[in-house]
């Protein structure tokens, strides 16, 4: 259908015109499915299963573009950070001229973001969306449209109860509101879509064709039948693949179970890319890697490392890398400068990069309750999908690699004609209700048991099961928050105590705030290690595994401040559990007394990006902590807290708190100007620029430009 042909399916002159500006020409047959039953035409709700690349995307912002017009107001949900910068970046470049007004919030789950009222499109994730309601943003009520993207992810354990809660939130906030739900992957679309209210759009069309096969012995059976040897270049035989792929000019993902997998492939291919690149491609990498070196001021070994390797155009990609780092690589491989990566399974969601040949070699995961399980075919699938390029391939491929001839049969029954398991809610777990129900009461969602299950009774939990399989969990977590004083029950019902008010509005576990408000009230002396190591024992801090080789260390630093815990261990002796979080707070104590980063990441086993997840939950916790203690009158704490959020911010020892302040100023600068003579604004302040310039790493710009701050601060009398 041409573009034009628009206005017979209820799109107006203007949208037409909107659509033409930025090259849409011709619609998709999914684009085409959804118009012929009422996208622009009707209220209705869509769920749209479609393969990667098929046009999903454009039917959600035709969807959008048209509710623009009505003066409604549209929230456009992803699940990760990363796609809501990459979706924010897309909407301004091609509708910002429009005049529609975008803007994207993703932060501060302690914010309502008044400014948000005035936006057209609020592009967010599903974790700050509910943190939002919770807040009750007052523009919630002019929201006409939501569009969820990756609607399968209702079935993930970590994400699928928020996104599920928001969805039914937002439902009960407005029953005009329509729902254009989104994925790749969705077994039982038909069951979401009749949730939803929705009207079901499935097409199995894709504009490059996909074939599967498994990979042994040197050749690659398909799923059609055909088959290909593989010539072997490197002797390793998924090098060989990869290679294969980049010769004939195209691009490889390659999954792999785990970060250190990822590393040693593409070490493993990094000698095989002799003769493959151009010039003008060396040139590209040569400025790509040294645009990676220059994201961080402490170059650590991993950083190098992926540094050297882009030369070659290799990169790897996992949650340890500096997330700056992924974003170049990620922006690099779409440009086709960087023609292979390896990647680790649990980042497949994220990756919205399409390449040739997807090569999953690791099709087995590690989990922690029961050790190592085949890998979901729904995720299988979701990694499959990102094969073939648009614009740049005939074809796209996705092979599974089998080390013997019984793997290669159950490959291809299990993975490529086995079936993918279909979407279940995740809402029933105690860990994800307790958080969700005292949000429904702090809300004002519900007020009393018979508003909660009629509540609940929306969610897609309930509409798969019932929701009286909920009714005893519902009562035990209702329980479970009377009694650790979240809410309380009078004649009128259900009501949230000051407490759980403010944790719900903090956006923490329940379980974190219980816990950071029992140590706070310990009889003892809340020392910086103290602090650390009741963070580290709260659900919402990202766990450490203590490794074997770190036991004894570990150990020794808990016998050092065993007495001082403001948790202590019931066993009277550490467990694993306990370990975990001594190494946790350990690294962050490392971390403010200015252990250099690559001593940080190396001696403890863990990945810069890791380092840097540490940095912002504790800054988190912290600041909640604060307000838990606020809630207490436990006021005295909240100095010490305030600047050991700066100093973990920043990871700087107390004497630098002053030189912080001053932008562009870190860790390595605030350091060197301490050491030079100027260790407080007073000493920059009656100092020269032509003496501050000379200290390391500042230079004459940065100079002048804090000898401007500090001025502004403390004026010259």
């Not at 290799?314 to 690589?329: L, T």
């Not at 599974?400 to 979407?423: C, H, M, P, Q």
């Not at 609940?456 to 005893?472: G, K």
């Amino acid at each position: 259908m041409l573009i034009t042909e628009l206005i017979d399916y209820g799109a107006s002159i203007r949208l037409i015109e909107i659509l033409k500006s930025v090259g849409i020409k011709e619609l998709h047959p999914p684009q085409v499915m959804a118009l012929k039953e009422g996208l622009l035409s009707t209220n209705d709700s869509f769920v749209i299963s479609a393969p990667t690349a098929s046009g999903k995307t454009l039917i959600a912002e035709m969807a959008v573009l048209q509710e623009i017009e009505k003066g409604s107001k549209i929230i456009y949900l992803v699940p990760l950070r990363a796609l809501a910068s990459e979706k924010y970046e897309d909407f301004l470049e091609k509708y910002d001229k429009f005049g529609i007004k975008i803007k994207m919030s993703t932060g501060d789950f302690d914010s309502v973001y008044p400014w948000l009222k005035n936006a057209d499109i609020i592009i967010s994730t599903n974790e700050k969306i509910d943190s939002l309601i919770r807040h009750r943003a007052s523009w919630l009520k002019d929201v006409g449209l939501v569009v969820a993207d990756e609607i399968h992810l209702l079935g993930d354990p970590y994400r699928g109860p928020t996104l599920e809660m928001v969805l039914t939130r937002l439902n009960w906030l407005s029953e005009r509101l329509r729902i254009i739900a989104l994925s790749a992957t969705l077994p039982n679309s038909l069951e979401i879509a009749r949730w939803l209210n929705a009207r079901l759009i499935e097409s199995p069309w894709r504009p490059v064709p996909l074939r599967e096969g498994v990979f042994f012995n040197n050749v690659v059976i398909f799923n059609d039948g055909m088959t290909k040897g593989i010539e072997n270049i490197s002797g390793i035989e998924t090098v060989n693949l990869a290679i294969d792929t980049i010769k004939d000019k195209g691009q490889v993902m390659v999954f792999l179970n785990t970060r250190k997998n990822t590393e040693s492939f593409a070490q493993k291919a990094h000698g095989s890319m002799e003769g493959l690149l151009s010039r003008s491609d060396k040139e590209d990498l040569e400025k790509l890697s040294e645009e990676i070196i220059k994201t961080t001021s402490e170059p650590t070994r991993l950083c190098k490392k992926l540094s050297e390797f882009i030369k070659k155009g290799i990169a790897f990609h996992h949650a340890g890398i500096n997330p700056q780092q992924r974003r170049i690589v990620e922006r690099a491989f779409r440009e086709n400068k960087i023609k292979l990566i390896a990647a680790t399974t649990t980042l497949a969601m994220g990756l919205n990069l399409p390449s040739r040949r997807v090569i999953i070699k690791d099709w087995w995961r590690y989990q922690r309750s029961s050790g190592m399980e085949p890998i979901p075919v729904i995720e299988i699938k979701q990694m499959s999908g990102r094969a073939g390029r648009p614009q740049y391939d005939e074809y796209g491929e996705s092979i599974l690699i089998a080390r013997n001839k019984r793997e290669e049969t159950f490959l291809f029954e299990n993975y490529i004609r086995g079936e993918v398991e279909r979407i279940e809610s995740m809402i029933g777990s105690k860990g994800a209700l307790r958080s969700h129900i005292l949000a429904s009461i702090a809300s004002l969602f519900a007020r009393d048991r018979k508003e909660l299950v009629e509540f609940m009774s929306r969610t897609f939990f309930a509409y798969q099961q019932d929701v009286r399989t909920l009714s005893s969990i519902i009562d035990d977590t209702l329980n479970f928050l009377l009694n650790e004083g979240l809410i309380v029950l009078d004649k009128s019902g259900f009501k949230p105590t000051r407490f759980g008010h403010r944790v719900s509005d903090l956006y923490i576990d329940p379980l974190s705030a219980i816990v950071l408000r029992d140590a706070l009230h310990q009889p003892k002396e809340k020392g910086i290690f103290s602090l650390f190591h009741m963070l580290a024992c709260t659900p919402d801090m990202l766990s450490l595994s203590a490794r074997k080789k770190d036991y004894d260390e570990l150990m020794d630093i808990y016998n050092v401040h065993s007495q001082d815990l403001l948790i202590s261990d019931e066993e009277n002796f550490p467990t694993e559990d306990m370990l975990s979080q001594i190494k946790v707070a350990s690294v962050l104590m490392q971390w403010i007394l200015e252990m250099p980063e690559e001593r940080i990441v190396s001696h403890f086993g863990i990945g810069p990006g890791d380092l840097r997840t540490l940095v912002e939950l504790s800054d988190w916790l912290l600041y909640s902590a604060s307000e838990i203690g606020k809630v207490f009158g436990l006021g005295d704490l909240e100095k010490s807290i305030s600047n050991l959020r700066i100093r973990v911010f920043y990871g700087v020892k107390e004497e630098l708190l002053p030189l912080v302040t001053l932008k562009g100023i870190g860790r390595i600068r605030a350091r060197n100007l301490f050491n030079a003579g100027f260790k407080t604004l007073k000493d920059i302040r009656d100092s020269d620029i032509e003496e501050l310039e000379k200290v390391p790493a500042i230079g004459w710009a940065i100079a002048k430009d804090i000898k401007r701050q500090v001025e502004q601060k403390i004026p010259i009398i």
